[in-house]
C-alpha cells in the first residue's frame, strides 16, 4: 500500500456488540475485501473502514437472508476510491461466464457472508470513481437467565 501511496482510513463505532460470525470467517471476509481494494485503488487514493450498530425498524427479507424487526444488527462498511464494474449478476446470483479473479474473489467472500446469515451489498459510482461495499450482520443476543436460589434444609 505503501508504494502505491494509498492511504489507509477507520471510524469504528465505539462499544460494538458482538456479531453472531466467529473469528475466522470475518477475519478472511476482511482480509479478502482488503485484498480486493488494494487492487482496485488507484495510486495516491484511499480506503476508508467504517463500523456503526442499528436497530432495524421493520423487516427485511432478501434473497440471502431475513433481517426481522427491533432486533440489532452491526454494518461493515468500506469505501474505495476506484470504480469497477461488476457483472450485473453480482447481486442476483452465480456467474456463469468468465469473470476476472477479484470478481470471483467477492463471490466466495458473498457466500461466506450469507452463510453466516448476514448480506452483502456492492455499490459503484462511476461519475465520483467510488466503490462501496456493505456487509450487515446480525448481532450476538445473550439472554440472561437468572435463577432464584432455594434452600431445602
Known amino acids: 500500500m505503501e508504494g502505491r501511496g494509498i492511504r489507509l482510513s477507520k471510524k469504528y463505532e465505539k462499544d460494538l456488540p458482538e ?4 473469528e ?5 471476509i476482511l482480509n479478502s475485501i482488503l485484498e480486493y481494494g488494494v487492487n482496485l485503488v488507484t495510486p495516491n487514493g484511499c480506503m476508508e473502514f467504517l463500523t456503526k450498530s442499528f436497530i432495524l425498524h421493520r423487516e427485511v427479507s432478501t434473497g440471502q437472508a431475513v433481517f426481522k424487526r427491533d432486533e440489532h444488527y452491526i ?6 476510491t476506484g470504480y469497477k464494474k461488476l ?16 470478481d470471483l474473489m467477492l463471490l466466495l467472500v458473498r457466500e461466506v457472508v450469507r452463510n453466516n446469515r448476514g448480506i452483502m ?3 459503484t459510482d462511476e461519475r465520483k470513481g467510488k466503490t462501496i461495499i456493505s456487509i450487515r450482520f446480525p448481532t450476538e443476543r445473550r439472554e440472561i437467565v437468572h435463577y432464584q436460589p432455594s434452600i431445602n434444609l
Do not use: A, D, M
Open 19 to 22: 456479531t453472531i460470525v466467529h
Open 24 to 28: 475466522e470467517p470475518l477475519r478472511y
Open 75 to 80: 454494518e461493515i462498511k468500506v469505501f474505495f
Open 87 to 102: 457483472s450485473e449478476q453480482f447481486e442476483e446470483g452465480p456467474v456463469i461466464h468468465k469473470e476476472e479473479p477479484l
Open 121 to 123: 451489498k456492492f455499490e
